[in-house]
Each structure stands twice: as C-alpha cells, then as structure tokens.
C-alpha cells in the first residue's frame, strides 16, 4: 500500500489556516482584481505579470509528503473566474487557470509550497469555485485527488479617485449574501468618515464615504466574511483654491471679492473688464490639484478630477411697467431656482477656458474663468401700451465644483462645492420707445 499525502490550506488575513471542515462550506472568499495598485490606467486583472502594490489575492498553502514514489502534483482549478499564481504580486511566471493546470516539483526541504488565488469575475453562487491537488504515477495512470478547495468570489465597487472633501457610494457584492458584511475606514484623511458609521464601521455591503482633505491614499476595507477582506485604495485629491491678485476696472464698476467660507478666495468684478470689452461680472481662480504618491507613482488620480463653475440662479423680480399705468408684465418665474447653464449641461460654460482637466500631472494648475452677462426683459408692447418702466432682480450662486470621471456607483453624478459666490443682478430702469 502507498499512501499519498497532499493538502491544501485556504490563509486568512490573520495568516491562520481556514479549518480542513470548512474548505468547502464557506471555503475561501477572494475579490475581483478590479481596481488599478500600480495606477497604470489599467485594472489590476488585465496585467500578465507584476503589479506594484498587489494586494488582493488571497493565499494558499500546498503541503505535500514524500510519497515514496516517483510522480507529479498539479494544482487545477476549472473555474473560469479565478487564477493561480506562484507570488502574491502576480510576477511568477508559474500560473494556473481553467486551461493550464500547474505542476508541482516536490522537494523535501521544502514540502510547503505558496500560492495565490485572483478573482477575474464575480462568481454565480457561493463556494462555487473549485482548486484540487492531484497526484499522477509517473509510471502507468494512477491519479488521485488529494483535496479540493471552495472558494466564492465577490466584487467591491465604487470610485477609486476623488476630490477631497467629497462623499461617495462603495457596495460589496458577495454572491449568496455575506456573514455579517461590513465596511470599516483605516485611512481617512482630516474629516473623512463614514456615513452613519459607529468608530468608522458600518455593517453591510454598502458604505457611504466622505472623503476628508488632503493628497492621500484611502483605505476602505470590505469584509464578506470574517478571515477575508479588500482593502479598496481611493486616490484622494487634494483641490486648492488659491487667492488671486485684484485687478483694475474701468468705470462704471470698481473691483470687489467675495471670500468663500471654506476654501480660497473667487474674486468678481463688475462693470467692463479690462481687455475683454464686455459688460457683466468675470469671476476667476486659480485651481491647483494635488494627488498622492503610493508605489512608485507621484500625483495619482489629478487626471480624473475637473473643476468648473455651476451657477444657480433665483428669480427675485421680472416685471415690465406701461404707458397706460394699469397693465403689468410679471413673469412666471419669479421665486423660482433655476440651474445656469445650456440645456443638458451642468457647467455654466464648458469652454476650456473655464474648465481644468488635467492631460497630465505637469499640467494640474490652471486660472478658470467665466464671464456671465445676465439680461431681464419684458414685453415691448402690452396691448395698446408701450413699455416704459423694467425692474428686474436675479439672485446667483456661484459655485466652484470638483468631480471625478468615474463612473462607478455613479461617482461622475457628484458634484463637490470647493468655493462658492452670492451676488445679484438689479435692474430699476426707464424705457424710451421711439
């Protein structure tokens, strides 16, 4: 009789090895690769080889005994959603999937051998997904399965680079539901925590996340199941708002600024503004973002980050006065709020001049600037009568926003106040018809 031994063991985040009767119910809980370590642009699932800062695949130990005889352990798994690899970076050459199986050289100075498990895509149950050791006779066919691992994998969503000062939405989807799912925050920046959490916990597969200020790397950690974890990076990018030198305008208006509460200065001018020959209100700041630096790479996440202007705008008065002093325009829209900008925007100008979307890091400060040139009218002819009289008043805000460009968990649909601006447009004025 010979007896051979082979046997795998699923690790934990704490390095202990999940119990031989419960490897197959729950077994092992491994995440999608789908986040982006090394900041490549590229999902960590799609690189065949090194990835700086890997930290997603979930370890697996292979221990073997001398089976007296000659022959040759594999390791296979005919699961389509998940990878074998040899190191946990993902830089071995030695990797297994649903089409290769990977043969193990056993040495007994060495009977333990390492391996790492990536999810490529969400599972269809849990411990759906299967890894056996086999041992085959190099002489005739005898081959035994000497142990089989479950594993369910799961997938983490939500937006990997954000302004600071922004909140967002990140859920965790564990096939066949989780055992006490929950979202803990371990790196949060000045103000960042949880929505609703107790000690930056909340129990769950859905988290909202306020991200606080400052250039650094966040990290949420999603738990499926207790002994398994993602820690999901978010680069977190640092708006400043920076203060502007005052200018001169021509009569009739003098230069003045509002200071914002929170963040920087937005100085508005009135009356014609020097070189541009037009009358209005020019607002104006200088931007500048600022990413953080993690494996290897300095400035993360300022290409994904734009800030513009949305302005708002409230309808105090819009009336028009007659020759016959009985008949009055007023318009429908007074006490109404409307939002500034064409139709289907939400910029009040999308021109690049008011706009900073950075093509780089080299190119991540800019001056953004709209001019807005407010008119009011009324009907020229009420009837019989003429318009002699307009009285119009509009209250604006301005805002300074910032969003990112990623769509997951409809990121790209928040829009961050980093500066904002109140000012108003009163017209009391005689017509003369001729």
Same mark, same amino acid.
Request: negative net charge; proline residues 5%; without cysteine.
């Given at each position: 009789?010979?007896?051979?031994k082979?046997?795998?063991?699923?690790v934990k985040?704490?390095?202990?090895?999940?119990?031989?009767?419960?490897?197959?119910s729950p077994?092992?809980?491994?995440p999608v690769?789908?986040d982006?370590?090394?900041y =490549?642009g590229?999902?960590?699932i799609?690189n065949?080889?090194?990835v700086?800062?890997e930290?997603?695949?979930?370890?697996?130990?292979?221990?073997?005994?001398d089976?007296?005889?000659?022959?040759?352990?594999t390791l296979s798994?005919?699961s389509?959603?998940?990878?074998?690899?040899g190191n946990? =970076?993902?830089?071995?050459?030695?990797m297994?999937?649903?089409?290769n199986?990977?043969?193990?050289?056993? *040495?007994q100075?060495?009977?333990t051998e390492?391996?790492?498990?990536?999810g490529? *895509?969400?599972?269809?149950?849990q411990a759906s997904e299967?890894i056996? /050791?086999?041992?085959t006779?190099?002489?005739?066919?005898?081959?035994?399965?000497?142990?089989?691992?479950?594993f369910?994998v799961?997938?983490v969503?939500?937006?990997?680079?954000?302004?600071?000062?922004?909140?967002?939405?990140?859920?965790?989807?564990?096939?066949?539901?989780?055992?006490k799912?929950s979202?803990?925050?371990t790196a949060?920046?000045?103000?960042g925590? /949880?929505?609703g959490g107790?000690?930056n916990?909340?129990?769950? @597969?859905?988290a909202?996340?306020?991200w606080?200020?400052g250039?650094y790397?966040?990290k949420?950690?999603f738990t499926?199941?207790?002994?398994?974890?993602m820690?999901?990076n978010?680069n977190?990018v640092r708006? @400043?708002?920076?203060? /502007?030198t005052?200018?001169?305008a *021509?009569?009739?208006?003098?230069?003045?600024?509002f200071?914002n509460d929170?963040?920087?200065?937005?100085?508005v001018?009135?009356?014609?503004i &020097?070189?541009?020959?037009?009358?209005?209100?020019?607002m104006?700041?200088?931007?500048?973002?600022?990413?953080?630096?993690?494996?290897g790479?300095?400035?993360?996440?300022?290409?994904h980050i734009?800030v513009?202007?949305? +302005?708002n705008?409230?309808?105090d008065?819009?009336?028009?006065?007659y !020759?016959?002093l009985?008949?009055l !325009?007023?318009?429908?829209i007074?006490g109404?709020?409307?939002l500034d900008a064409?139709?289907?925007e939400?910029?009040?100008?999308d021109?690049?001049?008011s706009?900073?979307?950075?093509?780089?890091a080299? &190119?991540?400060?800019k001056?953004?600037?709209?001019?807005?040139?407010?008119a009011g009218?009324a009907?020229?002819?009420n009837?019989?009568a003429?318009?002699?009289?307009?009285v119009?008043?509009?209250?604006f805000t301005t805002?300074?926003?910032? +969003?990112t460009?990623d769509?997951?968990?409809?990121?790209?649909?928040?829009?961050?106040?980093?500066?904002?601006?109140?000012?108003?447009?009163a017209?009391?004025?005689?017509? !003369?018809? *001729?």
């Amino acid at each position: 009789m010979t007896i051979i031994k082979g046997d795998l063991g699923i690790v934990k985040i704490n390095g202990s090895e999940v119990p031989e009767q419960n490897e197959q119910s729950p077994g092992g809980f491994v995440p999608v690769n789908n986040d982006d370590d090394d900041y =490549d642009g590229t999902a960590d699932i799609l690189n065949i080889g090194k990835v700086n800062g890997e930290h997603d695949l979930v370890q697996m130990n292979v221990h073997l005994g001398d089976p007296g005889i000659a022959g040759i352990y594999t390791l296979s798994t005919t699961s389509p959603t998940i990878r074998i690899w040899g190191n946990a =970076d993902k830089s071995s050459p030695r990797m297994a999937d649903a089409n290769n199986p990977l043969e193990i050289i056993f *040495t007994q100075s060495r009977p333990t051998e390492t391996f790492y498990v990536e999810g490529l *895509t969400i599972g269809a149950a849990q411990a759906s997904e299967q890894i056996q /050791l086999k041992w085959t006779a190099a002489q005739g066919s005898m081959t035994r399965v000497l142990d089989t691992v479950y594993f369910t994998v799961y997938e983490v969503k939500g937006p990997q680079n954000v302004p600071d000062y922004s909140t967002h939405l990140y859920t965790g989807d564990v096939p066949g539901g989780g055992y006490k799912e929950s979202w803990t925050l371990t790196a949060r920046g000045k103000d960042g925590k /949880l929505i609703g959490g107790t000690n930056n916990k909340v129990i769950g @597969d859905t988290a909202t996340i306020h991200w606080g200020g400052g250039a650094y790397v966040g990290k949420a950690v999603f738990t499926p199941w207790p002994g398994f974890e993602m820690e999901w990076n978010v680069n977190v990018v640092r708006v @400043d708002i920076v203060t /502007l030198t005052k200018g001169a305008a *021509t009569t009739p208006g003098k230069p003045f600024f509002f200071k914002n509460d929170n963040d920087g200065f937005v100085y508005v001018f009135s009356g014609k503004i &020097n070189g541009l020959g037009v009358e209005g209100i020019f607002m104006a700041s200088e931007v500048t973002l600022t990413g953080p630096t993690a494996n290897g790479v300095n400035q993360r996440g300022v290409t994904h980050i734009q800030v513009g202007f949305v +302005q708002n705008v409230t309808i105090d008065t819009s009336l028009g006065l007659y !020759s016959d002093l009985t008949s009055l !325009s007023q318009n429908s829209i007074i006490g109404q709020t409307y939002l500034d900008a064409s139709p289907g925007e939400v910029y009040y100008s999308d021109d690049p001049s008011s706009v900073l979307k950075p093509i780089d890091a080299a &190119n991540r400060t800019k001056i953004i600037a709209i001019v807005d040139t407010p008119a009011g009218k009324a009907p020229l002819i009420n009837g019989s009568a003429k318009l002699t009289l307009v009285v119009t008043v509009y209250n604006f805000t301005t805002y300074i926003v910032a +969003q990112t460009d990623d769509t997951a968990n409809d990121a790209a649909d928040v829009f961050t106040s980093r500066a904002v601006v109140d000012w108003k447009l009163a017209v009391d004025e005689v017509v !003369s018809l *001729t």
